[in-house]
């Protein structure tokens, strides 16, 4: 799929894309510039966001902090 910047530097989300994500009007996103492209990220509260990005490489406790 490929969108195209606008003169006025706009773009338009594809309604398949909008509707996959149960994106509405009005909603608001955080922009990163990452690694040579955009990145739009829903911004929701922290607490929505609980479970949603699973950790890159597991995580190891020393032996002597093991519950």
Avoid at 31 to 36: D, E, K, L, S, T
């Amino acid at each position: 799929m490929t969108i195209t910047l606008s003169p006025k530097f706009q773009i338009v989300i594809p309604k398949q894309v909008r509707e996959q994500l149960g994106l509405v009007a009005g909603k608001k996103f955080q922009i990163f510039a990452h690694q040579g492209r955009i990145e739009l990220v829903p911004d929701e509260p922290i607490q929505n966001l609980r479970g949603l990005y699973p950790l890159l490489a597991p995580f190891v406790r020393e032996p002597d902090r093991e519950l």
